[in-house]
């Protein structure tokens, strides 16, 4: 599928904008700036995800790691471990199970949880919400208002919920019959059910759509930016480093590896959108004599406050049912999100997961056999336990001398994690399950990473103001999930997409006249 604007080579030296990475939130950037004429680069790491029957399977995507990075990171014990993560257009969005959550108006507040306190942000919900609604018209998310105890009052969904499978259908009426209230999951996909759209198949979440129907940030957002002619994409494109000018308060450059060759591309606005921890690398690296801790760290908070979800997958099993259902990916339970008369503090969110397959879980437990696995997923139900991660300074990305990532992260608010996965193995016992499976990637979960950047209104206190302008720099900008101060216990994606389109205004305003 050959996309206009993409070249083998910069057609220039010297742009408008330059945006490095095309996820959620550089992708999203280039699409809403594309009609203003400016001259716009996108540099962007890997390449094209092919359109394969590798995509679709499993052994393909969870064995021989297809298309993960090879890159190997450190822990905190100095380990190297292999990140989940990927380099190509899109970003990590290809791989994400398209679940596109809205972050909860409290979230937007302190919240006081088990083991310590979720911090305000600098902008309310209200400020955010109308870009929201911009966001999911954009990303074409399924929903229906109404079912979600933690949602408050919105506008409609742009599309209307995936009905439940028959077997999650009879699971929903159960859970209602408990007190729980589950909702539809807000999806984006694109055209399910139609000629040509969406198949609603088993392989979406950790999977890159063979159709191109999910919708992720190179449908939705960079294809649509490269139709037009002033956009301009360059893929297997490293950015090694900014260039600053001599007082150490604009960047000047990017330095690029490219077929090879190191270039050097001008911009006199620079924006990294290469997710929370490479943006936090890639300041690291731009180190000078002016800003010796690396750009725009006078708060020394680069790198620092990395967030991921406490996530446990779990999955009801019973000998002698067997699970039909191909999409069971559209419930979300949000009774346990906020602290209640039977709630002392927050726990989290549920949500029921894309099917497992036999050699996802053979992967945990390689000495039994595949057909053994295969026999159990093929009578289980999935679900993923999802809990805030609170910001701790301590946890943080550094950059070794020979240039490798170090992540250092010690995951907290456990106590309220384990009461939520205990909650819900209670709820699934009383749903007839035998046995219920949970798994958890604790240390080395690299998935919803944010807040290495942290926005805010005060320099000392935050790396970004809240348009995600770095303080230190006039013209260097960090659109993607660096900027959050907290993780909240939804899904990041929206919220990276929402805040990229409230930059992009305030940078067509402001920049780009």
Same mark, same amino acid.
């Given at each position: =599928?050959?996309?206009?604007?993409?070249s083998?080579?910069?057609?220039?030296?010297?742009?408008?904008?330059? *945006?490095?990475?095309?996820?959620?939130?550089?992708?999203?950037?280039?699409?809403?700036?594309?009609?203003?004429?400016?001259?716009?680069?996108?540099l962007?790491?890997?390449d094209?995800?092919?359109s394969?029957?590798?995509?679709?399977?499993?052994?393909q995507?969870?064995?021989f790691?297809?298309?993960?990075?090879?890159?190997?990171?450190?822990?905190?014990?100095?380990?190297?471990?292999?990140?989940?993560?990927?380099?190509?257009?899109?970003?990590?969005?290809?791989?994400?199970?398209?679940?596109?959550?809205?972050?909860? +108006?409290?979230? &937007?507040?302190?919240?006081?949880?088990?083991?310590?306190?979720?911090?305000a942000?600098?902008?309310?919900?209200?400020?955010?919400?109308?870009?929201?609604?911009?966001?999911?018209?954009?990303?074409?998310?399924?929903?229906?208002?109404?079912?979600?105890p933690?949602?408050?009052?919105?506008?409609?969904?742009?599309?209307?919920?995936?009905?439940?499978?028959?077997? =999650?259908?009879?699971?929903?009426?159960?859970?209602?019959?408990?007190?729980?209230?589950?909702?539809?999951?807000?999806?984006?996909?694109?055209?399910?059910?139609?000629?040509?759209g969406?198949?609603?198949?088993?392989?979406?979440?950790?999977?890159?759509?063979r159709?191109?129907?999910?919708?992720?940030?190179?449908?939705c957002?960079?294809?649509?930016?490269?139709?037009?002619?002033?956009?301009?994409?360059?893929?297997k494109?490293?950015?090694?480093?900014? *260039?600053?000018?001599?007082?150490?308060?604009?960047?000047?450059a990017?330095?690029?590896?490219h077929d090879?060759?190191?270039?050097?591309?001008?911009?006199?606005? %620079?924006?990294?959108?290469?997710?929370?921890?490479?943006?936090?690398?890639?300041?690291?690296r731009?180190?000078?004599?002016?800003?010796?801790?690396?750009?725009?760290?006078?708060?020394?908070?680069?790198?620092? +406050?990395?967030m991921?979800?406490?996530?446990?997958? =779990?999955?009801?099993?019973h000998p002698?049912?067997m699970?039909?259902?191909?999409?069971?990916?559209t419930?979300?339970?949000?009774?346990f999100?906020?602290?209640?008369?039977?709630?002392?503090?927050?726990?989290?969110?549920?949500q029921?997961?894309?099917?497992?397959?036999?050699?996802?879980?053979?992967?945990?437990?390689? @000495?039994?056999?595949?057909?053994?696995?295969?026999? @159990?997923?093929? +009578?289980?139900?999935?679900?993923?336990a999802?809990?805030?991660?609170?910001?701790?300074?301590?946890?943080?990305?550094?950059?070794?001398?020979?240039g490798?990532?170090?992540?250092?992260?010690?995951?907290?608010?456990?106590?309220?994690?384990?009461?939520?996965?205990?909650?819900?193995?209670?709820?699934?016992?009383?749903?007839? &399950? @035998?046995?219920v499976m949970?798994?958890?990637?604790?240390? +080395?979960n690299?998935?919803?990473?944010?807040?290495?950047?942290?926005?805010?209104?005060?320099?000392k206190?935050?790396?970004?103001?809240?348009?995600?302008?770095?303080?230190? %720099?006039?013209?260097?900008?960090?659109?993607?999930?660096? &900027?959050?101060?907290?993780?909240a216990?939804?899904?990041?994606?929206?919220? %990276?997409?929402a805040?990229a389109?409230?930059?992009a205004?305030?940078?067509?305003?402001?920049h780009?006249?």
């Amino acid at each position: =599928m050959p996309v206009s604007g993409k070249s083998r080579s910069p057609r220039f030296d010297r742009y408008d904008l330059i *945006i490095i990475g095309s996820g959620a939130g550089g992708g999203t950037l280039a699409m809403a700036l594309a009609d203003t004429g400016a001259r716009i680069l996108i540099l962007e790491r890997g390449d094209f995800v092919p359109s394969e029957p590798e995509n679709w399977d499993p052994e393909q995507v969870w064995k021989f790691l297809r298309y993960r990075t090879t890159d190997r990171w450190l822990d905190e014990t100095g380990a190297a471990f292999q990140p989940y993560t990927h380099y190509n257009v899109g970003g990590n969005t290809k791989f994400w199970g398209s679940v596109l959550y809205r972050l909860r +108006r409290d979230d &937007f507040g302190e919240v006081q949880h088990a083991d310590g306190v979720s911090p305000a942000w600098p902008i309310s919900y209200d400020t955010l919400e109308p870009y929201y609604e911009r966001a999911e018209q954009m990303y074409q998310v399924h929903g229906e208002v109404g079912h979600d105890p933690t949602e408050g009052a919105r506008n409609p969904f742009p599309q209307a919920p995936i009905a439940h499978a028959a077997g =999650m259908s009879a699971i929903v009426e159960r859970l209602r019959g408990m007190g729980l209230h589950p909702s539809p999951l807000p999806l984006g996909l694109i055209e399910p059910g139609s000629d040509g759209g969406c198949v609603l198949c088993n392989t979406c979440n950790s999977f890159p759509c063979r159709l191109g129907k999910k919708s992720d940030a190179e449908m939705c957002a960079v294809r649509p930016a490269t139709a037009f002619d002033n956009v301009e994409l360059l893929t297997k494109a490293y950015a090694r480093r900014l *260039i600053t000018d001599a007082a150490g308060r604009k960047v000047e450059a990017v330095e690029v590896e490219h077929d090879g060759e190191v270039k050097t591309l001008h911009a006199p606005l %620079i924006v990294s959108s290469c997710g929370a921890v490479h943006s936090a690398a890639l300041l690291l690296r731009s180190a000078t004599d002016v800003h010796p801790n690396g750009l725009a760290n006078s708060s020394d908070l680069v790198g620092r +406050r990395y967030m991921a979800h406490l996530a446990t997958m =779990m999955q009801g099993f019973h000998p002698l049912r067997m699970n039909h259902d191909l999409f069971q990916k559209t419930v979300a339970i949000n009774d346990f999100y906020f602290a209640g008369p039977d709630t002392p503090f927050p726990l989290g969110q549920i949500q029921s997961q894309g099917r497992t397959h036999g050699v996802m879980a053979q992967i945990v437990v390689p @000495w039994i056999p595949l057909w053994a696995y295969q026999a @159990w997923v093929a +009578r289980g139900v999935d679900w993923l336990a999802m809990s805030e991660d609170l910001p701790s300074p301590d946890n943080r990305v550094t950059v070794e001398r020979d240039g490798r990532i170090r992540l250092t992260y010690a995951p907290n608010n456990e106590r309220a994690h384990r009461e939520l996965v205990r909650r819900f193995t209670r709820v699934l016992r009383d749903l007839g &399950f @035998w046995k219920v499976m949970a798994y958890s990637h604790r240390t +080395r979960n690299t998935t919803h990473q944010c807040g290495t950047l942290v926005f805010g209104t005060d320099p000392k206190t935050s790396v970004l103001d809240p348009f995600c302008r770095t303080h230190d %720099i006039d013209n260097l900008f960090v659109v993607d999930a660096s &900027f959050f101060p907290s993780s909240a216990a939804v899904n990041p994606g929206l919220t %990276i997409v929402a805040q990229a389109l409230r930059v992009a205004e305030h940078i067509r305003v402001n920049h780009l006249r």
